[in-house]
Nanobody
Framework: QVQLVESGGGLVQAGGSLRLSCAASGRSFSNYAMGWFRQAPGQEREFVAAISWSGGSTYYSDSVKGRFTISRDNAKNTIYLQMNTLKPEDTAVYYC????????????????????WGKGTLVTVSS
């Protein structure tokens, strides 16, 4: 059974940092692109960051570029999201996801194109 489990969320003050992890089990995803998405209350799920199968290519939304860093450890079947200089508008449930269609991207992925999802971890940034 495939599972993606996010961890590392919590409450942090504006300007602070958090590191999210997403551990996959049930099969290896080392050949596939993976990503992070987020959903704030009352809003649609949106793309945050993505990483190619090797980790050699990374992609970010404009709203997090320069503040967030995505990485992966294929030996551990885990991806990470280092979030620095957090802002109140970063408050959301953060989800990791796997794309079984692509190992890398030429266009940014959309939520509808991902195949497996975790249940999410809540990040709350206070002002």
């Amino acid at each position: 059974q495939v599972q993606l489990v996010e961890s590392g969320g919590g409450l942090v003050q504006a300007g602070g940092s958090l590191r999210l992890s997403c551990a996959a089990s049930g099969r290896s995803f080392s050949n596939y692109a993976m990503g992070w998405f987020r959903q704030a209350p009352g809003q649609e799920r949106e793309f945050v960051a993505a990483i190619s199968w090797s980790g050699g290519s990374t992609y970010y939304s404009d709203s997090v570029k320069g503040r967030f860093t995505i990485s992966r450890d294929n030996a551990k079947n885990t991806i990470y999201l280092q979030m620095n200089t957090l802002k109140p508008e970063d408050t959301a449930v953060y989800y990791c996801a796997v794309d079984l269609t692509y190992s890398d991207y030429t266009v940014l992925p959309r939520p509808g194109g991902m195949d497996y999802w975790g249940k999410g971890t809540l990040v709350t940034v206070s002002s």
